[in-house]
T-cell receptor
Framework: GENVEQHPSTLSVQEGDSAVIKCTYS??????FPWYKQELGKRPQLIID?????GEKKDQRIAVTLNKTAKHFSLHITETQPEDSAVYFC???????????FGTGTRLKVLA | GAVVSQHPSWVICKSGTSVKIECRSL??????MFWYRQFPKQSLMLMAT?????????EQGVEKDKFLINHASLTLSTLTVTSAHPEDSSFYIC????????????FGPGTRLTVL
């Protein structure tokens, strides 16, 4: 089955700097890759996603890149703000299913 | 947008009792829902896929007799933790896929279960 690895587990950046979180997946049949932000005790919130037929997607300060050959995808947050502090999860969804296999999470701290 | 609710938001029970958690899609129909478990400072682990009108599909290592799932309508799935023990204490979250061509999942607010 699918396995998703996520790095780093924690990340501290200064406000205004960029943050990058990387994930790798094992199942080449996975074709959908969402990123979720989760604040303590709350539900995960979708922040951006990408399908396997696209290499890059951007939404304001957030971007995701996908390398299908290498089976890895990354989240890029530019001009970080204190409110970006949260736990971020990547996920992979095997083709033909709505199932998500989540990465282990990255705790991002943006220092003011 | 798609809204998923859960009830209760938190529950405390005694060891050996059963607890039922409800997951509802409020403004859309969901033939499929998913149940996840999240221990403190850990990731979301998929427990099972809830299928409306048929049996749930459980992930490897999840005891189907302990975690009973019923998806009796297009807007409601329930998870019953039977004979709960302290090690079952966790954050349980459900989700449902969006509508149309979207494969994005929308998560419920979660239920924090504490077993004494």
């Amino acid at each position: 089955g699918e396995n998703v690895e996520q790095h780093p587990s924690t990340l501290s950046v200064q406000e205004g700097d960029s943050a990058v979180i990387k994930c790798t997946y094992s199942d080449s049949a996975s074709n959908y890759f969402p990123w979720y932000k989760q604040e303590l005790g709350k539900r995960p919130q979708l922040i951006i996603d990408i399908r396997s037929n696209v290499g890059e997607k951007k939404d304001q300060r957030i971007a995701v890149t996908l390398n299908k050959t290498a089976k890895h995808f990354s989240l890029h947050i530019t001009e970080t703000q204190p409110e970006d502090s949260a736990v971020y999860f990547c996920a992979a969804s095997p083709s033909g299913t709505y199932k998500y296999i989540f990465g282990t999470g990255t705790r991002l701290k943006v220092l003011a | 947008g798609a809204v998923v609710s859960q009830h209760p938001s938190w529950v405390i029970c005694k060891s050996g009792t059963s607890v039922k958690i409800e997951c509802r899609s409020l403004d859309f129909q969901a033939t499929t829902m998913f149940w996840y478990r999240q221990f403190p400072k850990q990731s979301l682990m998929l427990m099972a896929t809830s299928n409306e009108g048929s049996k749930a599909t459980y992930e490897q290592g999840v005891e189907k007799d302990k975690f009973l799932i019923n998806h009796a309508s297009l807007t409601l799935s329930t998870l019953t933790v039977t004979s709960a023990h302290p090690e079952d204490s966790s954050f349980y979250i459900c989700s449902a896929p969006g509508q149309g061509s979207s494969v994005a999942q929308y998560f419920g607010p979660g239920t924090r279960l504490t077993v004494l």
